[in-house]
């Protein structure tokens, strides 16, 4: 059985675990996938997070991916790190760098099995901290350069794709490599706050051309996890231009999240009720969760194709990522949003209804750090659904790779 045959009926523990710990954060970028800003009150107690790393310990969970909101805002974060180490799971954490002072980043340096994912999506400030707040670009390029004269090595520079910074690519090489860091480039998903800023920021069809023959020319050196295997369909239907990386969507089958009161989600980038596993404080704790939650078994059930499966790129694209299609209120076994086939762009001008906003831990509305995107307009968090989208037809194992 191939690797990716075993991926899609699940596996006993995810090799994906995404884990937020709070929605806290001293930000409040525009993209935000978990509409992140306030700590939410029923948080997970420092005992209970303890726990919950006992269970991964025992479900032989290797590795797990913490974020937030700014994971480092917690007062125990250092410590839940050590004691996740210390009990044979290994840490890779995304911050936008707040606290990584040069004490802080030697520290790091002499931890084994923790590895440090600094946020960034502009190579200038100007790009970047429209979308992620005034002073933000110095704050990441600081704990770039306070690990990488700290001696600790391999740090990820991760990037969010816009519309904004894919002209960029090759500066944000140049920065990873003056740190000594890899670049890591993801998929803009309309999750969280990103819906509300999607149609804006997400690439136009010439400028994901544009990534796809950059990552054909570059994507060796370049972390992608699942983001860009819609990008696949660019290339011939034998499937033989596509990129390194997983090549389907792995969401409840490999990929999973834990969000700051212990909810798991299918993925990251689905935090809605119909992406809700249940929690992990109940009786069976996580395990019980991700092996029989009537969700999860049906993500691992065979999936079809649908409006999909007459195209001949399926097999490589395979109608892309869940996530997207939801929060544009596309059909799951349709076209993704941004099909590069071109099927997105008119699935979005039909009819469809925007999902209501799920989780919203923003700080006020439409508040963001100022300069914040001029034309930005926010769902309301407390309507039922949301106004109508125009039919603005302008147009997901953080770091995996299978081999
Ligand atoms: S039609 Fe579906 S399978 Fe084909 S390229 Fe578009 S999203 Fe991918
Ligand atoms: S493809 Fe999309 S929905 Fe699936 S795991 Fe990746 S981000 Fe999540």
Redesign the pocket.
């Given at each position: 059985m191939k690797l990716v045959e075993n991926f899609e009926l699940g596996l006993d523990a995810p090799i994906c675990l995404t884990w937020e710990l709070t929605y806290a954060c001293n930000l409040e970028c525009a993209h935000c996938l978990s509409s992140s800003g306030r700590r939410d009150p029923r948080e997970l107690s420092t005992e209970q997070c303890e726990a919950v790393i006992d269970e991964l310990q025992r479900m032989q969970v290797f590795y797990v991916n913490i974020g937030g909101g700014e994971p480092t805002v917690r007062p125990d974060f250092w410590h839940l790190v050590e004691y996740a180490v210390a009990h044979d799971v290994g840490v890779k954490f995304s911050t936008n760098g707040v606290r990584l002072t040069p004490e802080r980043a030697r520290w790091l340096a002499g931890s084994d099995y923790v590895d440090v994912q600094i946020s960034l999506d502009g190579a200038t400030a100007e790009v970047n901290d429209r979308v992620r707040g005034t002073g933000s670009y110095d704050t990441a390029i600081t704990a770039l350069r306070n690990l990488h004269d700290a001696g600790f090595r391999d740090a990820k520079l991760s990037v969010v794709c816009t519309r904004e910074n894919i002209g960029q690519l090759d500066d944000f090489k140049a920065i990873a490599d003056r740190f000594g860091a890899t670049l890591r480039l993801t998929r803009l998903?309309p999750s969280g706050r990103g819906a509300d800023v999607w149609d804006e920021l997400h690439p136009l069809p010439e400028q994901q051309r544009e990534l796809y023959e950059w990552l054909l020319a570059h994507g060796d050196g370049v972390l992608t996890g699942?983001s860009f295997f819609h990008l696949a369909a660019f290339g011939p239907e034998d499937g033989s231009g596509a990129l390194p990386g997983l090549n389907l969507?792995?969401?409840g089958r490999v990929?999973c999240l834990i969000d700051p009161i212990g909810d798991v989600y299918a993925?990251?980038?689905?935090i809605h009720d119909q992406f809700l596993a249940g929690n992990l404080l109940a009786d069976g704790g996580f395990d019980r969760v991700w092996k029989t939650s009537a969700l999860f078994q049906e993500l691992r059930e065979p999936q079809t194709g649908g409006a999909c499966s007459g195209c001949a790129h399926y097999d490589s694209c395979r109608g892309g990522?869940?996530?997207?299609k939801f929060f544009t209120g596309l059909p799951l076994d349709g076209p993704d949003p941004e099909c590069v086939q071109g099927y997105g762009e008119s699935a979005l001008a039909g009819e469809r209804t925007i999902p209501a906003v799920g989780q919203d831990h923003s700080r006020s509305a439409p508040s963001r750090n100022a300069p914040v995107l001029l034309t930005l307009s926010r769902r309301r968090p407390d309507s039922d659904l949301a106004p109508p989208v125009s039919a603005c037809a302008e147009s997901?194992l953080a770091g995996f790779a299978p081999n």
């Open positions: 998903r699942d969507c792995g969401a990929v993925c990251p980038f689905a990522c869940m996530a997207a997901p």
